[in-house]
């Protein structure tokens, strides 16, 4: 282990981690900067030695690695350190040894006290009060720390990662400062013209979203653009960390969503709809794209999120927000690669308290629904539970069958470029499936 130590402006390396200024003595190594040019309070950092491949990667190519560990591992791991926790859904929940404050003795053991969220499949752990995050790794060399030097808490001002170099921050930084410029710059929509706000949702699809809800959600237009921003905010009390820009084309009746975020992806991940949560609520619905998740709030009055990019993946980091809700709908659109996606995101998020909306005639995504005035209520309502992955039912696979038959394409492979009789035979390479040449 390797941790290297911040002070002002130097930066000291050693092979233990000490709070004693004594036993700093060497240097830092060459191109390691210090997060931000000005002074502040004194921070340490704990990076994992790694193997030296994929130095160059680029911003939006980072790799989080975590070794292999089992959640009984991680409650022995706890319960020996005399860490109290709860179980939950998807992560173990504990007091966090990351904030500014040491919680009271009466205070510690208290559920609503704790703000570090633990992935019980990966180990990786996030603090939704100091938003710091990390490895199972990172997070036993931090309680070994504690318990050696005998403290209660670490501080927000722990880094668990190689600073960020000069370039890096500063492209983080205009991207922060771009997203508010855009924000600052853009109108709300009830704030805008009668004529103009009008056109604007027939422009996205949006004509049956009242403007009550896209004043609750914080949707804004910019005009400079033609787009509309759907804001990232940290939580209820936060301010803005980014924000998603979406543009629509219609090609007949079928409209063409084309986005861009600020940070870019890969950089930041958050949940559109976020803000609007009361801890008090214990169902939701969760929606592939930020149209969607107005169709559902309008329609429905229930807690709804949107995921940052869709179908193609559910960040770990963003679990730990959704660990107090009790029910889960995913509603993810009306192709069956979103269904695929529906039940690997369900297993990601405890298959027990998740529903399922398998795509139909009758149950399109939801702005298709609310357009199609079909009652979307009742669709959430009658969610499918979803089922445990060693049993299923001749139900559920007649309707997977038709699923396939019904839609051939989306179901199709890769399609060979040197055979293309066999594209007609086999339909390309498929996910499970070998094609064997005699």
């Not at 130590?5 to 191109?31: E, Q």
């Not at 930020?290 to 229930?302: I, K, N, R």
């Not at 298959?351 to 399922?356: A, P």
């Not at 209520?377 to 039912?393: C, D, L, Q, R, T």
Request: hydrophobic letters at 35%.
């Amino acid at each position: 282990m390797l941790c290297v130590f911040h002070c002002g402006r130097a930066a000291v390396r050693g092979l233990s981690l000490s709070w004693w200024s004594g036993c700093w003595a060497s240097a830092c190594p060459r191109g390691w900067r210090l997060p931000s040019p000005l002074g502040g309070p004194q921070s340490f950092t704990f990076c994992s030695r790694g193997s030296g491949k994929g130095k160059n990667r680029g911003p939006e190519e980072h790799v989080a690695v975590f070794s292999p560990v089992t959640v009984t591992e991680l409650r022995q791991y706890l319960r020996a350190k005399g860490v109290p926790f709860h179980d939950g859904y998807s992560c173990l929940q504990a007091p966090s040894p990351f904030t500014s404050k040491v919680p009271r003795p009466s205070a510690v053991t208290a559920r609503e006290n704790f703000s570090l969220f633990i992935d019980k499949t990966t180990g990786g752990f996030v603090c939704k009060e100091s938003l710091l995050e990390g490895t199972w790794r990172d997070l036993q060399d931090c309680l070994e720390v504690m318990q050696k030097e005998g403290r209660q808490s670490l501080g927000p001002n722990v880094r668990l990662e190689v600073p960020e170099s000069d370039r890096e921050l500063s492209e983080r930084e205009a991207e922060l400062i771009e997203a508010r410029r855009i924000w600052d710059g853009a109108a709300a929509l009830p704030d805008l013209p009668l004529e103009v706000a009008q056109s604007v949702k027939a422009a996205f699809g949006i004509e049956k979203v009242p403007e009550a809800t896209l004043g609750k959600l914080s949707v804004r237009y910019c005009q400079a653009s033609g787009s509309l921003v759907f804001p990232w905010f940290g939580g209820r009390d936060s301010g803005l960390k980014g924000l998603k820009l979406l543009s629509a084309q219609r090609e007949g009746e079928r409209l063409n969503y084309t986005a861009m975020t600020l940070p870019r992806a890969g950089r930041y991940n958050n949940l559109f709809g976020l803000h609007v949560l009361s801890r008090k609520d214990t169902a939701l619905v969760l929606t592939a794209r930020e149209t969607d998740c107005l169709a559902v709030s309008c329609s429905t009055g229930l807690p709804c999120v949107s995921l940052p990019r869709g179908v193609s993946c559910l960040p770990p980091v963003l679990l730990p927000y959704l660990e107090q809700f009790k029910r889960i709908t995913l509603w993810l659109g009306s192709d069956l690669r979103a269904w695929e996606a529906s039940k690997i995101f369900a297993r990601k998020l405890n298959v027990k308290r998740c529903y399922l909306v398998r795509p139909s005639e009758q149950q399109p995504c939801p702005l298709e629904a609310l357009g199609a005035g079909l009652h979307l209520g009742k669709i959430v309502k009658n969610a499918m539970a979803a089922s445990h992955k060693s049993i299923i039912s001749f139900r559920q696979l007649r309707d997977e069958v038709f699923g396939e038959l019904a839609n051939v394409e989306q179901v199709s492979g890769i399609k060979w470029q040197r055979f293309p009789d066999l594209n007609k035979l086999l339909k390309g390479h498929r996910k499970g499936e070998l094609t064997v040449f005699t």
